[in-house]
């Protein structure tokens, strides 16, 4: 069984740089077929996709945050990590990450989420 968990700070101050990583077990983020994804909810609102790094290292990111953000791994500790610059409290939001199959025959694993509060 896939599992992933975010870790990062709970608390980011306005224009800093938001960073999390999400260590995942039980199988490999170079095995090929998967998207590795970051998604975020803000408080009261829906699901907003981030982005994502494929089994071979490429990224897409969200028309809307592209500008913003970097999604990268290391291999070697069997991670991926997402950093959104110059953060404001509209970034403020719980913070998942997700194993998706490009084919879409079976469903998605997601991690259980980080709050990340931006504040001053």
């Known amino acids: 069984q896939v599992q992933l968990q975010e870790s990062g700070p709970g608390l980011v101050k306005p224009s800093q740089t938001l960073s999390l990583t999400c260590t995942v077990s039980?199988?490999?983020?170079?095995?090929?077929?998967?998207?590795w994804n970051w998604i975020r909810q803000p408080p009261g609102r829906g699901l907003e996709w981030i982005g994502y790094?494929?089994?071979?290292?490429?990224?897409y990111y969200s028309p809307s945050l592209k500008n913003r953000t970097s999604i990268s791994r290391d291999t070697s500790k069997n991670q991926f990590t997402l950093q959104l610059i110059s953060v404001t409290p509209e970034d403020t939001a719980v913070y998942y990450c997700?194993?998706?199959?490009?084919?879409?025959?079976?469903?998605?694993?997601w991690g259980q989420g980080t709050q990340v509060t931006v504040s001053s």
């Open positions: 039980g199988g490999s983020i170079t095995t090929s077929g998967y998207y």
């Open positions: 997700a194993r998706e199959q490009i084919r879409h025959d079976e469903s998605e694993d």
């Open positions: 790094i494929t089994y071979s290292g490429s990224t």
